[in-house]
């Protein structure tokens, strides 16, 4: 099949897919008589399985270690383990990441009933004193952040 079909077959831009070919993901395939790319079902699987694994937010380099994993059956798979478990870490972290974004955005938006004019609204005069260096509503907890500070030019 061309790039196109191959495209199509997993749901994946050709220019990805090219992408995975010049960083060695994907292996480059045969090219037929008029110079197309002719990919074959191995490319269709390995695409399949790099599209699963960026489905899973995994890093590329560590799709690379996956792949070579499974291009080394006997190896012991405490590599793959490992994999999982630090992906897993990075996913938590950014899950506490976003449980904080919430609880800020809830105390920023706590800050403005309804019906006000956008004058005296107090979500916007929170962003504003945040601009100028000054502690917001969603930012309590936190140390106020420094206040910029004019580019001095060099002699």
Avoid: W
């Avoid at 990805?16 to 074959?40: D, F, M, Q, V």
Wanted: hydrophobic content about 40%.
């Amino acid at each position: 099949m061309r790039i196109g079909e191959l495209g199509r077959a997993t749901g994946v831009d050709v220019e990805t897919i090219r992408y995975y070919e010049k960083a060695g993901l994907l292996p480059a395939p045969a090219r037929s008589g008029n110079g197309y790319r002719a990919y074959g079902p191995p490319h269709l699987e390995r695409l399949a399985f790099i599209r699963h694994c960026r489905a899973l937010d995994m890093p590329l380099a560590d799709i690379r270690r996956l792949l070579d994993s499974i291009a080394d059956p006997a190896a012991d798979c405490g590599d793959v383990n490992e994999l999982i478990d630090a992906q897993l870490a990075r996913v938590r972290a950014r899950l506490d990441s976003m449980r904080a974004l919430e609880r800020q955005l809830l105390a920023l938006r706590a800050r403005c009933g309804e019906g006000h004019r956008a004058g005296e609204c107090g979500i916007l005069h929170e962003l504003i004193a945040a601009a100028h260096g000054e502690a917001c509503a969603c930012h309590r907890d936190a140390a106020p952040a420094p206040a910029p500070q004019p580019q001095r030019r060099q002699p």
